[in-house]
């Protein structure tokens, strides 16, 4: 569960403040899958690195599964990121010189997780995003596509509650965007990972339960969407 309560957040002060997000609250509720879309420069970007902890906020406060962001000191918000919170760019940042496995390995290695336990973990993921196969190529003998599921695996290797994307699929085409939404949501469907997606693609927006609109820093529209264009693994199997 992801509750924002009356956040602000504003760059820079006097004549040149900018306020990026402007007394926005909003709680999605655990497992949900969430779109935010709006303008450049709306504050979509800014809203994912309050919640990942990653900026404080200037005011208001940031509950993650109860556990208060705003309130986190710089470690104790690392911590809280380490373990509960996934994170997905546009651009991979895998590491070159890693194996995919080695790549999707490296949380939990910096978490201290033991040795023994770490390929079974790692080989869960990879099987998840259907990237078994290719656990032991490098990013470079990997496709667009391909990096963006092996950065998907190492955002969820350590169980993440909440699974933010900020714009994944805007490096890929159309064709493999597709299948990448169609396996976020899959992901959410079978992990019960909460994901809030940052993405310009009204198409790709639609793949979640609900969209949020924002402008200038507020919400500006919610719209829910009852029916996702891909049938979902749950819906079928029930
Ligand atoms: N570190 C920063 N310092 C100063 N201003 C910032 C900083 N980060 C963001 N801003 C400003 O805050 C506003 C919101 O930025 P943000 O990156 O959240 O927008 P966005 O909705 O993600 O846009 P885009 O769709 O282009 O990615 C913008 O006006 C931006 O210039
Ligand atoms: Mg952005």
Do not use: C
Request: cysteine-free.
């Amino acid at each position: 569960m992801i509750e924002l309560s009356q956040v602000t957040k504003t760059f820079g002060e006097g004549e040149t403040a900018v306020r990026a997000v402007d007394d926005l609250s909003f709680r999605v509720p655990r497992g949900a899958f969430w779109a935010i879309m709006g303008p450049s420069g709306s504050g979509k970007s800014t809203v994912l690195h309050l919640i990942a902890g990653l900026t404080p906020p200037t005011s208001g406060s940031i509950l993650i599964d109860g556990f208060d962001m705003a309130r986190a000191t710089e470690a104790e918000a690392a911590a809280l990121r380490r373990r509960r919170v996934g994170y997905i760019l546009q651009t991979f940042n895998l590491l070159p010189f890693l194996t995919a496995e080695e790549n999707v390995a490296m949380p939990l290695v910096l978490d201290g997780v033991r040795d023994g336990e770490i390929p079974g973990r790692v080989g869960e993921v990879l099987e998840l995003v259907r990237m078994s196969h290719r656990a032991k190529h490098k990013p470079t003998e990997l496709s667009g596509g391909e990096q963006q599921l092996i950065a998907i695996a190492r955002s969820l290797v350590v169980k993440p509650s909440v699974l933010l994307a900020d714009e994944p699929t805007g490096s890929l085409d159309r064709s493999r965007g597709r299948d990448f939404m169609g396996l976020l949501r899959e992901v959410n469907d079978v992990t019960g990972v909460t994901v809030l997606l940052v993405t310009h693609d009204p198409v790709f927006a639609t793949y979640g339960d609900k969209v949020l609109r924002m402008v200038d820093g507020k919400l500006d529209q919610e719209v829910e969407l009852t029916e996702p264009p891909v049938p979902s693994r749950a819906a079928a199997s029930s």
